[in-house]
């Protein structure tokens, strides 16, 4: 009975699986000129006009101009197919063919990732990318093949700095302040290197949190901090570009291996020229996100020499940084 049952729920799974989607194969052309046509989808948990959306729809865009119609891409933003937990796991499968993903919680399936939450590590955007467009970059995104997942490029998602209901000035003022973090124990131990108390939360929670004080403030990029109206109860800006996180766009390495290798040449190519417009849009959203909250009385103070703060948390880099100190010889050779 138990085997039966074992069965019955594989079956439903399956099922579930094959009516969510998928991706569709017919062949086009005659005799030995045919090649396979796909329908393939990427999932976003970004609203529509949101700049790594308008990422995944220029690589869409370009895949199916240069396969001829053949391979087409349908692009879901808002979380329409799931959370990004969910979708990873539908990714691995293979139900879900393509996904938009923050570099960080990728560090569950390969911790070298871990470098991007590093604080200070790099010293601009310029840096960055020069680390993020080497071999050693390109490796990182190519050790996901171990969990399933085939990295297929970068994308920007800015900087991420502090904002708090009480008046920041300088990095002195963060002291003793209850600032929400990503669940890490690196983001705890960086905070406690600046004197702030780290309070991890869900995202979800934090405009609530920030309302009725049981935080004093949070640390992100401005076009999420714009769009979330944390600006609303956090006026107060900080500009100490203290993580540099990019996203990564991903497909299953389950439908990868099912590609001859033009049509994987031509995905990777795609991926890796969408990046400019994926930037492109991303720097009018911070440009547009200052613009606005700067018009709603938002003070913003840029710190001018973050040589202090990299002494201040150098004993946290060098304690997560050690499994992977490869990278930092690499993130350390990209500085321009």
Not at 198 to 214: C, D, H, I, K, N
Request: charged share 30%; glycine share 8%; net charge negative.
């Amino acid at each position: 009975m138990k085997a039966k049952g074992f069965l019955a729920s594989a079956i439903f799974m399956s099922a579930i699986l094959a009516g969510c989607g998928g991706s569709a194969e017919t062949e086009t052309g005659s005799g030995e000129g045919k090649k396979p046509s796909y329908t393939f989808r990427l999932a976003d948990v970004h609203p529509a006009d949101y700049p790594t959306v308008v990422g995944d729809e220029k690589f869409a865009e370009l895949v199916e101009e240069r396969t001829d119609g053949r391979i087409k891409i349908e692009v879901f933003p808002s979380g329409q197919l799931g959370d990004e937990k969910a979708v990873l796991e539908q990714v691995q499968l293979g139900a879900i063919e393509f996904t938009r993903i923050s570099a960080s919680p990728l560090a569950e399936f390969n911790g070298d990732f871990s470098v991007f939450g590093l604080p200070y590590v790099f010293e601009s955007d310029e840096h960055m990318w020069s680390f993020l467009e080497s071999e050693k970059a390109t490796e990182l995104l190519d050790g996901l093949n171990q969990a399933k997942m085939k990295g297929l490029a970068y994308y920007d998602s800015g900087s991420r700095s502090f904002y708090s209901s009480k008046e920041l000035k300088s990095m002195d003022d963060l002291k003793g302040l209850k600032i929400r973090v990503q669940q890490s124990e690196i983001n705890i131990d960086f905070l406690s290197a600046l004197g702030a108390n780290a309070t991890p939360m869900p995202y979800g929670e934090v405009f609530s949190a920030l309302q009725t004080g049981v935080i004093d403030g949070a640390e992100n990029n401005l076009p999420s901090f714009d769009s979330a109206n944390h600006y609303q109860e956090a006026p107060h800006v900080l500009l100490d570009h203290h993580q540099r996180t990019p996203e990564v766009l991903l497909m299953s390495d389950t439908i990868w291996g099912k590609l001859n290798e033009e049509d994987q040449k031509i995905i990777k190519q795609a991926a890796i020229d969408s990046v400019e417009t994926q930037k492109e849009e991303w720097a009018k959203w911070e440009e547009q996100s200052e613009k606005k909250m700067k018009e709603e009385g938002v003070t913003f103070t840029e710190v001018e020499d973050i040589k202090p703060l990299q002494d201040a948390v150098k004993p946290v880099v060098e304690k997560y940084s050690k499994d992977y100190q490869d990278i930092m010889d690499a993130i350390e050779e990209a500085r321009p």
